[in-house]
């Protein structure tokens, strides 16, 4: 075995942080990793074409902490390929992300830590406390481990609970990173709603699973998140998401019932953003594309539903008509 494969084998878990303009919560963010580095934790740091002195703030911060530390400076690509570029440069076992304005529970470490030396598990998952400006301003529990302890997976219904939650956030789990490379699983670079056909991949390929009760990680709350701004990009993209859920269910009747609620939840958002901004608008290709989709998961929608998805053009013009002014 040669050093940089001894090295590699050290290594059991890589914290993936992408950052773009995140000037004001970088450095909070790292704080929370930091401490925890060692010959088997590593921290991987995609500058993702910051233009608000990001880069500097993570080379100050880290200056004192170089052991085990990488950080790519990249032109922009967004999320989704910045996670990418992580993914490709770890050398953990496992994988763990984390968004540059969010950060770790000090429990994060006693609690998984512990776990990653039992190589069976594919999955980690766990709970977040969404805060807005303090953390004790706690606006929401983000409830995302639906298991308690270690939970052996035989069949796609054993994971039916957590595609019913339908809570994909990446940074929610710790991931097996052999699951990423033996199934060619990446984010889908340039997109929005990147985790709703990426997070469920890596479930369904999933055999074992570790659920942990408690909230683990601080997640920020802002006006301007995608969720709180509606972009014309986010119907493509959504779209994409009810395209690349649709392959990934292909004949598979199991399959097709445990990615409905995914499914649903695409529809519903397009349809209210379709209703609340004025001028959105889903053009007669993107249409197509939608309704063949949603067609996969048709058998578990309710009735006025599966009419919606059979009239699909007509029914979303209607809304777009009929909206307020």
């Known amino acids: 075995m040669t050093m940089e494969n001894s090295l590699q084998a050290e290594i059991k878990l890589s914290v993936i942080v992408p950052c773009y303009n995140s000037r004001c919560y970088i450095a909070e963010c790292l704080v929370s990793i930091l401490p925890y ?18 880069a500097e703030i993570i080379e100050r911060t880290i200056l004192n902490h170089k052991n085990n530390i990488t950080v790519i400076h990249q032109e922009n690509a967004g999320l989704s390929a910045a996670r990418n570029v992580g993914i490709k440069t770890a050398k953990g076992e496992y994988i763990a ?21 039992d190589s069976s598990i594919d999955i980690i998952e766990f709970n977040a406390e969404q805060f807005d400006g ?65 997070i469920p991949a ?24 995608i969720t709180q701004t509606f972009r014309q990009k986010d119907l493509a993209d959504l779209v994409y998401a009810a395209q ?12 097709k019932k445990s990615l409905f609620p995914t499914a649903q939840r695409i529809f519903n958002l397009i349809k209210y953003m379709l209703v609340k901004n004025k001028g959105a608008k889903l053009p007669p290709a993107e249409q197509k594309v939608l309704r063949r989709a949603l067609l996969t998961f048709i058998g578990s929608f309710r009735l006025s539903r599966k009419a919606q998805i059979l009239i699909l053009p007509i029914y979303l013009n209607t809304i777009i008509r009929f909206r307020k002014k």
């Open 37 to 54: 580095l060692s010959d088997s934790v590593e921290l991987i740091i995609v500058n993702d074409g910051s233009t608000d002195g990001s």
């Open 97 to 117: 992300f984390l968004d540059s304005d969010d950060f770790f529970h000090s429990d994060f470490w006693q609690e998984v830590l512990p776990l990653i030396n």
């Open 134 to 198: 303090e953390i004790t301003n706690v606006i929401e529990h983000i409830d995302c481990s639906v298991f308690t302890g270690k939970a052996k997976i035989d069949s796609v219904t054993d994971l039916l609970p957590t595609f019913k939650r339908c809570k994909w956030y990446p940074w929610a789990r710790v991931y097996k990173t052999s699951l990423f490379h033996n199934y060619d699983i990446k984010f889908p670079s340039g997109r929005l709603y990147e985790d709703m056909s990426t």
């Open 202 to 225: 890596i479930y369904l390929h999933s055999k074992v699973i570790f659920g942990i009760n408690k909230s683990l990680i601080w997640y920020r709350y802002h006006n301007k998140s």
């Open 244 to 255: 690349s859920i649709s392959l990934l269910a292909k004949d598979n009747s199991d399959i």
